[in-house]
């Protein structure tokens, strides 16, 4: 029996003290963004790629935040080591200044990035952990 409480005990006292990061409440405005920005967008999310020459991007939208950053959403295709596309997967990065401030692109986090970017399209607040 001590030997399952055990583990509980130790989980129980490494989870104390652990809270869930803030979420800070920012609006934002769809706006055209500069190819500038547009183009560190891409290279962000392109630069780990095998061949970012090759990759595709559709459904580029823009949007400033309160904050005065710049939001860029939309999915991008590129190609695995086969030389086959993938697949569009959903992607945004977030511009702060002239530098990217956070960046993402992951298939199992679809829902996420598609439910920002749905939100900042309706005008409606979006929730940012810091790193976001």
């Not at 190819?35 to 090759?54: K, M, V």
Request: charged share 15%; hydrophobic share 45%.
């Amino acid at each position: 029996m001590h030997v399952f409480l055990f583990p509980a005990l130790i989980g129980a006292v490494l989870l104390t003290g652990c809270e869930a990061a803030p979420v800070e409440r920012i609006a934002g405005q769809p706006r055209a963004l500069p190819a500038s920005d547009l183009r560190l967008a891409q290279d962000a999310i392109t630069y780990n790629f095998r061949d970012p020459g090759a990759a595709q991007f559709r459904g580029l939208s823009g949007y400033v935040l309160s904050t005065g950053d710049r939001v860029v959403c939309g999915e991008v295709n590129g190609k695995n080591a086969f030389g086959a596309y993938v697949g569009f997967q959903p992607f945004y990065v977030r511009l702060s200044g002239g530098a990217v401030a956070a960046q993402g692109i992951q298939t199992n986090l679809y829902a996420a990035y598609e439910g920002m970017c749905r939100a900042l399209a309706a005008g409606e607040p979006i929730g940012l952990a810091p790193g976001l």
